[in-house]
């Protein structure tokens, strides 16, 4: 089902405007300025954590996110099409084997402790939030569809937007960059993240899960120059959530939207690659594959004001003008005044974990090859945020 809201007048006032202009928060960094904007920082005492921690070492492709449950002392690993579970020393306790799709970023739900992570099948035009049970994760080697550790629910929403056709032909394109296809440029989802409702200050807003399409990189079309966060309560999702079968994909899922976002950034490279919340600044980071659209300084680290209530106007680019929900950047950090947008150069693609008081885990990895196995390694090292431009974490040491 869309969720965006036609309003003929309002859009005939506004739609001359607005492929000139970004959002009306971030128009400057004089006009956008204020004493409660909430700065990042806030100097809190650094956490009893390591400073490293080392993921392993597996036969996948990259480290796509990880989540750390402190109150046990437990990380969670997506390495694409398994995930891992360590205690914070790197000692492997777990893995959840047998995806085919993509397992992306993952988060935990504070209600239920559960791990909640974005899993694409292309192919299939499916897409769903995997549910992993934790607890039940206790050996290497449990396979996803017969140890009964995970479950997935299903999301109409993003099928609909990654199927439309947009330029009429009556052709889907498929899991395709340089198309028209795809609404807003959708090639799915991989960021995911809780925190409170939108706009809600000081963090005391509903718990929802907020998951992040990827957008593909296409230099000739404008609609895709926002990030797109749909925003779930998940409180009844049991209702859905279906073991995989993934030779027959279920479609068991909510078919509303508790809200649909927009933020300019620019276009990226596949979306928002980790989406998280961080409770000490009460906003929202996303970090992504720089962009390459030269109308834009594609930086690769955009943080979402979670004071700042969602403003209606027009979705860029769309063929049929529709209305649409926007979230403001945090004015802070570099300003580019052309596209009229802030952000930070920092890579955190791999994963980015709030562990409180200002402090984060950034996640990295590369290719070893071990007795001539090619194999992905994932680790999490410890930073602190010091809102710097145009790096705004330095790593502690």
């Known amino acids: 089902m869309r969720t965006s809201t036609l309003r003929a007048a309002a859009i005939a006032a506004t739609a001359a405007t607005v492929l000139l202009t970004t959002t009306q928060a971030s128009a400057s960094p004089e006009a956008t300025s204020r004493p409660d904007a909430g700065s990042v920082a806030h100097g809190g005492q650094e956490p009893k954590l390591p400073r490293h921690i080392d993921g ?39 893995t959840v084997t047998g995806l085919t799709g993509h397992l992306g970023d993952l988060d935990i739900n504070p209600k239920d402790g559960r791990i909640y992570g974005s899993l694409e099948y292309k192919a299939e035009k499916a897409f769903y939030i995997a549910v992993f049970d934790g607890d039940a994760i206790d050996r290497v080697g449990m396979d996803a569809e017969a140890d009964g550790v995970m479950t997935t629910v299903y999301l109409p929403e993003v099928v609909e937007d990654f199927t439309a056709d947009m330029d009429g032909n009556g052709v889907f394109d498929g899991d395709v960059a340089a198309t028209p296809d795809h609404r807003y440029g959708s090639s799915g989802i ?9 706009g809600k200050r000081h963090g005391k807003g509903k718990q929802v899960l907020r998951v992040a399409y990827g957008v593909y990189a296409n230099n000739e079309r ?50 928002v690659q980790n989406l998280e919340y961080d409770e000490a600044s009460r906003h929202w980071f996303l970090a992504v594959y720089q962009g390459t659209k030269p109308s834009f300084p594609n930086y690769s680290l955009f943080v ?46 791999y994963g980015l974990v709030s562990v409180g008081g200002g402090y984060f885990y950034g996640a990295s990895g590369r290719r070893v090859v071990e007795n001539g196995t090619a194999l992905q390694t994932g680790a999490l090292d410890l930073y602190r945020w010091t809102g710097k431009a145009p790096t705004p974490f330095e790593k502690v040491e």
């Open 56 to 94: 392993g070492a597996w036969p996948t492709s990259h480290v796509q996110g990880a989540a750390i449950d402190r109150r046990r002392g437990i990380v969670y690993w997506s390495f694409t099409q398994m995930l891992v579970k360590t205690d914070l020393e790197g000692n492997v306790l777990g």
């Open 190 to 198: 991989d960021g995911v993240a809780f925190g409170p409702a939108d």
């Open 222 to 271: 404008i609609d895709n120059d926002n990030q797109v966060l749909l925003e779930y309560d998940v409180s009844g999702w049991r209702r859905y959530e279906r073991p995989l079968e993934q030779s027959a994909p279920h479609h068991n899922g909510p078919r509303e939207v508790r809200n649909k976002f927009f933020v300019h950034t620019g276009n990226t490279r596949y979306g």
């Open 304 to 349: 979402v004001d979670g004071d700042r209530a969602p403003y209606e106007q027009v979705v860029r680019g769309q063929a049929a003008p529709e209305l649409g929900d926007h979230l403001s950047l945090l004015p802070q950090g570099q300003y580019d005044p052309v596209s009229s947008t802030f952000g930070w150069t920092f890579d955190a693609s």
